[in-house]
């Protein structure tokens, strides 16, 4: 699936298993805030990225799915190299899915993060 934003900031984007997804990027000068440490928002986007990821599988014909909320606990400042978040659906029920992704600097596990995001079909009334 092309995904203009991963794009941008040179995430790739895996699909592992139904509900599962991995996200990946090298870390370069453009994700780093001024202390010279990965930008959170960067790892924030790992997270948010792999589970509309793990969700899409889920999807029916007709349907899209959008983040409702993200909570995220950061653990370790990352400054270079590879980064990757694993991501897996912790709940699905009618309407709302519950995920939570890990993400890792190597084998580090530097934040972690758990969100909600919505099921639906554009123009009818929730």
Request: glycine share 8%.
């Amino acid at each position: 699936m092309h995904h203009p934003f991963a794009e941008l900031i040179g995430m790739d984007v895996e699909f592992t298993e139904p509900e599962t997804s991995v996200c990946s990027m090298t870390v370069e000068q453009k994700h780093l805030n001024p202390h010279k440490v990965v930008h959170g928002a960067v790892l924030y986007a790992l997270a948010d990225t792999g589970m509309g990821a793990a969700v899409y599988p889920l999807l029916s014909e007709g349907e899209l799915c959008a983040t409702v909320e993200i909570k995220i606990n950061y653990y370790a400042p990352v400054f270079e190299g590879e980064v990757h978040c694993k991501t897996k659906v912790v709940n699905r029920g009618k309407a709302i899915v519950n995920l939570e992704s890990e993400i890792f600097s190597g084998d580090r596990l530097v934040a972690k993060a758990n969100g909600n995001y919505s099921i639906f079909r554009p123009g009818k009334p929730r």
